[in-house]
T-cell receptor, first 112, second 116 residues
């Protein structure tokens, strides 16, 4: 069954604020985690990834944090823009495997 | 460099017909993955293929579903005798040869299958 889930199904933020999207996972054998953004009618778009030997990784306006002790993953988006409106999925991959296990997703909406 | 291509983008089939979904991976990618997504849900893994080989089909239903990735041409996901429950978005992803490293999977735009 699914081992990746999200704490909140929807998140609404003001434009310009920071967004934090959370994800819990239960498979301790997972060693690779990815955040995807999916806009309506489109396929998932890679945002950022992190391996289990890291706690934090930064990209352009995005940061992923990994807490292996509590099996928690988060995506932080700085200065949220209207174009960030989408559904965000976390996904994990078990060590030695190739398939991704996705969470249900969080819908991020931006208030002007 | 073109991304992952899928066709058709939308497919309507009557119950009992066959659905054939095509996926062309990114240039240079030799690994293909198929996922299914129901409305308001995350993607569910179906099958992982390399050229002429099925590597992992643990997410494929045992009956009516099959997948191939021939030496030449696109990967094909085939659903025989479709039922209404097969209605979903089907996404293909590709990645380069792993060579011991971890590579992200790049997704196509998906095929929306509707069974009437």
């Amino acid at each position: 069954g699914e081992s990746v889930g999200l704490h909140l199904p929807t998140l609404s933020v003001q434009e310009g604020d920071n967004s934090i999207i959370n994800c819990a996972y239960s498979n301790s054998a997972s060693d690779y985690f990815i955040w995807y953004k999916q806009e309506s009618g489109k396929g998932p778009q890679f945002i950022i990834d992190i391996r289990s030997n890291m706690d934090k990784r930064q990209g352009q306006r995005v940061t992923v944090l990994l807490n292996k002790t509590v099996k928690h993953l988060s995506l932080q988006i700085a200065a949220t823009q209207p174009g960030d409106s989408a559904v965000y999925f976390c996904a994990e991959r078990e060590r030695g495997a190739q398939k991704l296990v996705f969470g249900q997703g969080t819908r991020l909406t931006i208030n002007p | 460099n073109a991304g992952v291509m899928q066709n058709p983008r939308h497919l309507v089939r009557r119950r009992g017909q066959e659905a054939r979904l095509r996926c062309s991976p990114m240039k240079g990618h030799s690994h293909v993955y198929w996922y299914r997504q129901l409305p308001e849900e995350g993607l569910k893994f179906m099958v992982y293929l390399q050229k002429e080989n099925i590597i992992d089909e643990s997410g494929m239903p045992k009956e009516r579903f099959s997948a191939e990735f021939p030496k030449e041409g696109p990967s094909i996901l085939r659903i025989q005798q479709v039922v209404r429950g097969d209605s979903a978005a089907y996404f293909c992803a590709s990645s380069p040869r792993t060579q011991g490293r971890t590579y992200e999977q790049y997704f196509g735009p998906g095929t929306r299958l509707t069974v009437t």
